[in-house]
């Protein structure tokens, strides 16, 4: 039986949270913009070192309505995919505020960093002092394309590897 596991999607407005969400899950893309309203959850199995997880993606809406709706949605979650649009630096600074407010409402949990939009590098706007700015904050970063994508499996094996490594020894199998 697979162990269960859940999954806050976080971000900017905008970022491609849903995006990666869907590509993760069923593999699709669409070229439409929908905002999340509150919160979308899907699921997934994987397999991470010898165990079957069944990742419980909450997919929540962008940053506009954290401090009122989404702080009760992060309790209880196992890890954070920190979604950040490489062709909106300022995503990176809303990302970052939301990690800190995440951190202090749920305290530390695994999370990786995905720099989402990797597809379109003509118009790439992260520059290497905010990915470094990223990695001090003592994140892992990846690059993704929702779109093609590329990246998008491992950001999430990634994060599962992460979550799995953050057990206390006493809570494994």
Excluded: H
Excluded at 2 to 22: D, F, I, M, W
Excluded at 33 to 40: C, D, E, N
Excluded at 73 to 91: E, N
Aim: hydrophobic residues 45%; aromatic residues 6%.
């Amino acid at each position: 039986m697979a162990e269960k596991r859940k999954v806050c999607v976080l971000g900017a407005t905008g970022v491609g949270k849903t995006s990666l969400v869907a590509r993760f899950v069923r593999s699709i893309f669409s070229e439409s913009y929908r905002t999340t309203i509150g919160v979308t959850i899907e699921t997934r199995r994987v397999r991470c070192d010898e165990r079957e997880l069944d990742l419980i993606l909450w997919d929540l809406s962008g940053e506009d309505e954290f401090q009122a709706v989404q702080t009760s949605y992060l309790r209880g979650s196992a890890g954070w995919l920190l979604v950040i649009d490489g062709t909106r630096r300022l995503t990176a600074e809303t990302g970052l505020r939301l990690y800190t407010a995440a951190r202090t409402i749920a305290g530390e949990v695994p999370a990786v960093v995905v720099l989402n939009k990797a597809d379109l590098t003509g118009a790439w706007d992260i520059d290497d002092a905010t990915e470094a700015r990223l990695r001090r904050a003592g994140l892992w970063i990846t690059r993704t394309s929702a779109k093609t994508g590329a990246g998008v499996e491992g950001a999430f094996n990634a994060l599962a590897r992460a979550m799995l490594a953050s057990e206390a020894p006493s809570l494994r199998g």
